[in-house]
Each structure stands twice: as C-alpha cells, then as structure tokens.
C-alpha cells in the first residue's frame, strides 16, 4: 500500500509561480511512474504531469506545457511541481499520484492507481 502526501498549495496571482511537493510512503515499482492530477470546480480530473522512476520518460498536459515542470528525488522519495505562469484557469485540487503503467506521451492512457488528499491551488488577483 503506498501513501502520498502533497504540501505546498496556496493562493498566488496571475503570472506567479507555485511549487507542489508530494512524499511518497512505500516503495513503488520500478516501472511505475509519479505524476499530478488536478480537478478544477465542475470539471473532469485531468492529467498535468508525469515521470517515470528512472527518469526516462516525462510527459505534461497541453494546457500545462512550457509552464510547469516535473521533477523527481528518489532519496528523498518526492515528486515536485514547479508552476510557473500560473493563471486562474490552474485553479483547482491538485493530487499527488502513482501510474502503475508508466508514463504514456497521451494522456487519455495516464492509470493512476493511488492517490494524495489533494492540495487547493487558488490563482487569482
């Protein structure tokens, strides 16, 4: 059974910059992937991040590319989502995850399987 933790929601104004920390208890797979979700008021979960344990495959949502950055520290058993650009459509819970099928390029195919409680991200002037 593994266990995530997230920190580091909050409320910023457009253009800030937000970094999410998730701290994963247990130990998952080598094949598995860590990534983020998030689901804003009255819309689906969707995928924001991933990447795989051994580094070798990272992929973002469109709505995310080019502003946000996933990054993993394997001692310290962390996954990090450094925001940067943030507008108020990022508003939302953001959720730590595991993807127990690695990290695919199309989203659609993310299969996370365990998740954090969720950290409120709250963009707005």
């Known amino acids: 059974q593994l266990q995530l933790v997230e920190s580091g929601g909050g409320l910023v104004q457009p253009g800030g910059s937000l970094r999410l920390s998730c701290v994963v208890s247990g130990k998952p797979p080598d094949w598995y992937a860590l990534g983020w979700f998030r689901q804003a008021p009255g819309k689906e979960r969707e995928g924001v991040a991933c990447?795989?344990?051994?580094?070798?495959?990272?992929n973002y949502g469109d709505s995310v590319k080019g502003r946000f950055t996933i990054s993993i520290d394997n001692d310290k058993k962390s996954v990090y989502l450094q925001m940067n650009l943030l507008k108020p459509e990022d508003t939302a819970i953001y959720y730590c995850v595991t993807l127990e099928a690695g990290c695919p390029r199309r989203v659609s195919r993310w299969e996370a399987n365990f998740w954090g409680q969720g950290t409120q991200v709250t963009v707005s002037s």
């Open positions: 990447r795989t344990l051994s580094g070798g495959s990272t």
